[in-house]
């Protein structure tokens, strides 16, 4: 059945080709005007979520720095603590002690407690003073991600009620322009596709106009303007690549160029021009 229905679109006139390649182009139009409808709003939703993301990730990681910064001063505390009692027993020691040698080495023992003590406060005051400045950062990014989440819950809102508007025709377009997909052949609908995510305006068909291509507007020479109103075969652009069809096949009325009748020349001017 498969085959048959490739063989079926196979045997399509060139002229039904490009017939349907125009409704289904006209209909992606279409669903691109909508979308163009909702602008930048899906991006800035978008922007915004990863902004948010960013700042809770930012705000999660010096929440784990201060933990660690808590977990520091609390361990250099318990240490100056024992520092403390090491020095008093050393120095109570220092009373009974029997030879120099004993009351040098309780003397130094106690000079290294007190020596590493103080850097257990400096230590102590820094993880404290880095403490505040994480606490006052995480200050700025929640108040940041609370501003950047009324942002994003209006741009939301902004977005849904634009789709909310366009759901229900994008939805038609959409299941037209499937069926219509069905009527083109694999190949010509796949080559039709990567046209038109290259091109700009996202036109993968367009008629000739004023001699030129509607896509790129570059002139058209009269022979291939020619070949494409015969409609023997898919034509496309020597210049952006775009697919060509005729106005007439695409039930496009363009207008005439007035032709201005020749100014007569006053008889006053034809006898200087004679003399």
Do not use: H, W
């Not at 009620?161 to 322009?177: D, F, H, P, Q």
């Amino acid at each position: 059945m498969a085959r048959e229905s490739k063989k079926d679109l196979q045997d399509l006139s060139i002229e039904d080709k490009l017939k349907n390649l125009y409704q289904l182009q006209t209909m992606l139009s279409e669903i691109d005007k909508i979308k163009t409808l909702r602008g930048e709003l899906p991006l800035e939703v978008q922007d915004l979520e990863d902004e948010i993301e960013g700042l809770t990730t930012r705000i999660e990681r010096m929440q784990a720095d201060m933990a660690g910064l808590q977990d520091e001063i609390a361990r250099r505390r318990v240490g100056m603590q024992d520092n403390m009692a090491n020095i008093e027993r050393y120095t109570s020691q220092l009373d009974n002690v029997r030879n120099n040698r004993e009351y040098e080495n309780l003397t130094k023992e106690i000079e290294y407690l007190q020596l590493d003590n103080q850097l257990n406060e400096k230590k102590i005051r820094e993880a404290s003073a880095l403490l505040e400045t994480k606490q006052e950062e995480i200050r700025r990014c929640s108040d940041n991600v609370t501003e950047r989440r009324t942002d994003l819950d209006i741009k939301k809102s902004e977005l849904d009620e634009i789709i909310s508007e366009t759901r229900a025709e994008e939805e038609k377009l959409r299941e037209r322009s499937k069926s219509l997909e069905a009527t083109i052949e694999p190949r010509l609908l796949s080559s039709f596709k990567r046209i038109r995510k290259n091109s700009r305006n996202g036109l993968g068909i367009v008629y000739v106009e004023r001699d030129a291509c509607g896509g790129c507007f570059n002139k058209i020479p009269p022979q291939r303007q020619l070949d494409i109103r015969m409609r023997k075969k898919i034509i496309v652009c020597e210049y952006c690549g775009r697919i060509m069809i005729d106005p007439e096949l695409a039930g496009v009325q363009l207008q005439k160029p007035s032709e201005e009748k020749p100014k007569r020349r006053s008889r006053k001017k034809k006898e200087d021009a004679e003399d």
